[in-house]
């Protein structure tokens, strides 16, 4: 089994509507981030969280919120989507202190369309 | 200012060729990451290396390899007898007490490798 999964994998929804994008890990890593992708801009960090008590606006936070429910899970919300949500989606986690250090392990991504 | 720099947005090769990807980066920490990522059409972010800033040794598996200069702030990466399989987009990325973990991306190089 992958050791981050992410869920849905693909998801068509329309302007207004609330999404959920879910993260879940068992990597046991402390930290976990949500990224998207959008074609010729890379990826940018839409939140992070460094543990369970500890969350954090990345560069692009705006219309989107987070919720850290375990060590294990970590939720994207679009709370209204728009159009220029439409993106790929992804989580990753890392662990501090240790041999892999800052190593980010990505989940298989999440491709959104808002129409 | 902390920043990856892929000047080759696009690469393009024949099979069995070698191919070398670039990537410059910018930062004041000392301590630092450097990593590179693969994401294949399939989507998904495959984590490569990972090197610590220092360690200077050029690193080899198998048909990868890398090369990191600190004096030139480079830490590219070669790509020997090329194959189709390794059509992807490949990312450089840094991280740093600067950045608290975070990764910092470049745009990304899209190899594609013609029979």
């Known amino acids: 089994d992958a050791d981050v999964t992410q869920t849905p994998r693909n998801r068509i929804t329309k302007t207004g509507k609330r999404i959920m994008l879910e993260c879940s890990q068992t990597?046991?890593?402390?930290?976990m981030y949500w990224y998207r992708q959008d074609p010729g801009l890379g990826l940018r960090l839409i939140y992070y969280?460094?543990?369970?008590?500890?969350?954090n606006k990345g560069e692009i936070s705006d219309g989107y919120s987070v919720s850290r429910q375990a060590q294990a899970k970590f939720s994207l919300s679009l709370e209204s989507a728009i159009p220029n949500q439409t993106a790929l989606y992804f989580c990753?986690?890392?662990?501090?202190?240790?041999?892999?250090?800052?190593?980010?392990?990505f989940g298989p991504g999440t491709r959104l369309t808002v129409l | 200012a902390q920043k990856v720099t892929q000047a080759q947005t696009e690469i393009s090769v024949v099979e069995k060729e070698d191919v070398t990807l670039d990537c410059v980066y910018e930062?004041?920490?000392?301590?630092?990451?450097l990593f590179w990522y693969k994401q294949p059409p399939s989507g998904e972010l495959v984590f490569l290396i990972r090197?610590?800033?220092?360690?200077?040794q050029n690193e080899i598996s198998g048909r990868y390899s890398w090369n990191f200069q600190k004096s030139t702030s480079s830490f590219n990466f070669t790509i020997t007898a090329s194959q189709v399989v390794d059509s992807a987009v490949y990312f450089c990325?840094?991280?740093?007490?600067?950045?608290?973990?975070?990764?910092?991306f470049g745009q990304g190089t899209e190899l594609s490798v013609k029979p």
């Open positions: 990597k046991g890593h402390d930290r």
């Open positions: 990325a840094l991280s740093g007490t600067f950045n608290g973990g975070k990764l910092i």
């Open positions: 090197r610590n800033s220092f360690d200077e």
């Open positions: 990753a986690t890392s662990e501090p202190g240790t041999e892999d250090t800052d190593t980010q392990y």
């Open positions: 969280s460094f543990d369970v008590k500890d969350i």
């Open positions: 930062t004041r920490d000392t301590t630092y990451y």
